[in-house]
């Protein structure tokens, strides 16, 4: 099974307007971390917001913010205000074990945003 | 902070040489750096996880004798891709994390080989 699914390949979204790009997510572990990264087409991956799974709260970041809903399994990135320069890939990815040594990221196969003048 | 640099940022190289791609954490010590690879249009794939001053854990399917991961210093980690043929082309990312922290990219590596 998928431990990370986006399930829109690509968005398009008015300039100045918001727009949710979805994640969810499959993971047996209470202690886990989620992320968000942006990767324009320079390729550098950007990152841009993180949640904890004991997070009590939605995690944000400027313009960023993540919809953590725990019992559906989902981590929406809602990016408010689009911007032209937010045209780019955006990964949400999981880290599970989040305590002790570095564990690995598992990425989403992306959502390839653009942002219409 | 949390830079991340890698060196070169493209290399094109004829089939049947070794390549070396350098990942440096500029202002943070890394006590485990990560490589990934990306085809175009694709995600992120591990291939595999060093902690400094130990042997890389390679993900299953990624061959150990062909990448080989070095990680002598808490700044450095070194791939380098020997005997590449095209089929190594790829876009090779590496990261780096101070123990349990977010963990930080690199710029990555365009690789062509001939």
């Known amino acids: 099974a998928q431990k990370i699914t986006q399930t829109q390949p690509g968005m398009f979204v008015q300039e100045k307007e918001a727009v949710t790009l979805d994640c969810t997510y499959d993971t047996s572990d209470p202690s886990y971390g989620l992320f968000w990264y942006k990767q324009p087409s320079s390729g550098e991956m950007i990152f841009l917001i993180y949640q904890g799974s004991y997070d009590q709260q939605n995690a944000t970041e400027g313009r960023y913010s993540l919809n953590f809903q725990k019992a559906r399994k989902s981590a929406n990135l809602v990016i408010s205000a689009s911007q032209l320069g937010d045209s780019a890939m955006y990964f949400c990815a999981m880290r599970e074990n989040p305590s002790g040594s570095a564990r690995q990221l598992t990425f989403g196969s992306g959502t390839q945003l653009t942002v219409l003048p | 902070g949390a830079v991340v640099s890698q060196h070169p940022s493209w290399v094109i190289c004829k089939s049947g040489t070794s390549v070396k791609i350098e990942c440096r954490s500029l202002?943070?010590?890394?006590?485990?750096m990560f490589w990934y690879r990306q085809f175009p249009k694709q995600s992120l794939m591990l291939m595999a996880t060093?902690?400094?001053?130990?042997?890389?854990?390679?993900e299953q399917g990624v061959e150990k004798d062909k990448f080989l991961i070095n990680h002598a210093s808490l700044t450095l980690s070194t791939l380098t891709v020997t005997s590449a043929h095209p089929e190594d082309s790829s876009f090779y990312i590496c990261?780096?994390?101070?123990?349990?922290?977010?963990?930080?990219f690199g710029p990555g590596t365009r690789l062509t080989v001939l």
């Open positions: 990261s780096a994390s101070r123990g349990s922290d977010t963990q930080y």
């Open positions: 202002d943070f010590q890394a006590t485990t």
């Open positions: 060093s902690n400094e001053g130990s042997k890389a854990t390679y």
